[in-house]
């Protein structure tokens, strides 16, 4: 869906944010537009994504992770592979891009597992942009390696030790800094969150998932899905792979979001879930907050679902009902996190272990005519000092 001429999808979305950065964020609007009717733009992020990302990235029928269950097929969509090992990266190609277009001499962006934080420094790398990223300090910590990596493409870390020092943190940081220098700087988002354009251009970079996961369907199975299932941090990785679908009536759309120690103890990351509506970080969407509108701490073991507020877009398909979203814990997380690298193989990202971990208690309701599709949407090698050091 377009979002109106305000950014809104439905009543989600808009530009919340303070006057120095209106007109940066119109001057990206204008750009957007133009680039994205240009073919050869789009042409040069088709072939990045080809030669340097790997696409498409695989569909592939899992073996052994649902034996037992009933007897459902399970499709992964493999963006584990991708380099850099995350979605991430099809949204940072699209966005250096532009910056590139625009003339801009500088990329910042806020990171939570780092995963994004890498694709940044990456595009940074093969591009010629210096990048600065912002990281919460609890994150600096759980995710260490891929601060190494930062730094080893050249990035500088800046570890922000405000607030919960997570994720919200991290975007706090990044758009004071953008405001400062919004001339020469280019923000590259992570996620469907923030300011109009940024949830609609995201989508656009990441639709790619949707788009190549529903012709392998059609190509391989003959068939559509039954049913499509994402985890739900801002928000990307679930619609770029719903943005494929969402014009397919018949196939159900699950979000899945970090449920942390259960919705019900306040433990949790589960914006959709436990949230209410309110503004964060440039938009009106779901978020975590008490009474007085202060945004609650928020708990994930999954430091890129760790966030309090999500993307607007998925606010509007939740309220219009066209998806349906749901909660894992970290617990149940953590279960289909060791299940599923021993039964099949792959090492997924925590993240990514909560979409599986609701793919398997949707295969119990499910038989051998539907076909559940899961995003995987990043690798388990960030993950593993942290499970190591549990
Ligand atoms: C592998 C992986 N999956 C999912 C997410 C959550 O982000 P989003 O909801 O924007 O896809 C992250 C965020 O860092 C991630 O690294």
């Not at 006057?19 to 957007?32: G, H, N, S």
């Not at 928020?298 to 966030?307: F, K, V």
Request: proline share 3%; charged share 20%; with cysteine.
């Amino acid at each position: 869906m377009q979002p109106n001429a305000s950014g809104y999808f439905g009543d989600f979305g808009g530009r919340f944010v303070p006057e120095v950065l209106v007109a940066a964020l119109a001057e990206l609007e204008r750009e957007i537009e133009i680039a994205f009717a240009d073919r050869g733009f789009w042409e040069e992020y088709h072939a990045t994504l080809r030669d340097f990302v790997g696409r498409p990235s695989p569909l592939y029928r899992t073996e052994r992770y649902l034996a037992g269950i009933s007897g459902v097929p399970l499709l992964l969509k493999r963006e584990d592979v991708n380099h850099t090992g995350a979605h991430k990266i099809n949204n940072t190609v699209g966005q250096a891009l532009l910056a590139r277009r625009m003339g801009k001499k500088r990329l910042i962006a806020e990171t939570g597992a780092g995963q994004h934080g890498v694709a940044t420094a990456t595009v940074g790398a093969k591009f010629g942009f210096p990048v600065d990223v912002y990281m919460g300090a609890i994150d600096v910590q759980r995710q260490a390696l891929n601060v190494f990596i930062m730094q080893l493409l050249g990035a500088q870390v800046h570890s922000v030790s405000g607030g919960t020092q997570t994720l919200k943190d991290a975007t706090n940081e990044a758009f004071r800094v953008w405001s400062e220098r919004v001339e020469d700087t280019f923000y590259v988002i992570g996620s469907v969150v923030g300011a109009h354009p940024y949830p609609y251009m995201v989508r656009e970079f990441q639709k790619v998932i949707g788009v190549e996961a529903r012709a392998q369907c059609l190509e391989r199975y003959g068939r559509l899905p039954t049913d499509v299932v994402a985890c739900v941090g801002g928000g990307s990785n679930a619609m770029g792979i719903f943005s494929g679908f969402v014009d397919d009536g018949d196939v159900a759309l699950w979000g899945v979001e970090a449920g942390g120690a259960g919705v019900e103890t306040g433990k949790t990351a589960a914006s959709l879930g436990a949230g209410s509506v309110g503004v964060l970080h440039g938009s009106r969407s779901y978020l975590l907050q008490d009474g007085e509108g202060q945004v609650r701490e928020t708990h994930s073991i999954s430091a890129g679902l760790d966030y309090p507020g999500v993307g607007p877009e998925h606010a509007f398909l939740k309220e219009s009902g066209r998806a349906k979203y749901v909660s894992v814990t970290d617990a149940q997380a953590l279960d289909a996190f060791y299940a599923f690298a021993r039964t099949e193989g792959i090492i997924p990202a925590l993240e990514s272990a909560h979409a599986l971990a609701y793919a398997r208690d949707l295969a119990a309701r499910r038989g051998a005519d539907d076909v559940i599709l899961v995003c995987l949407s990043g690798r388990g090698d960030k993950d593993i000092a942290q499970l190591r050091d549990r």
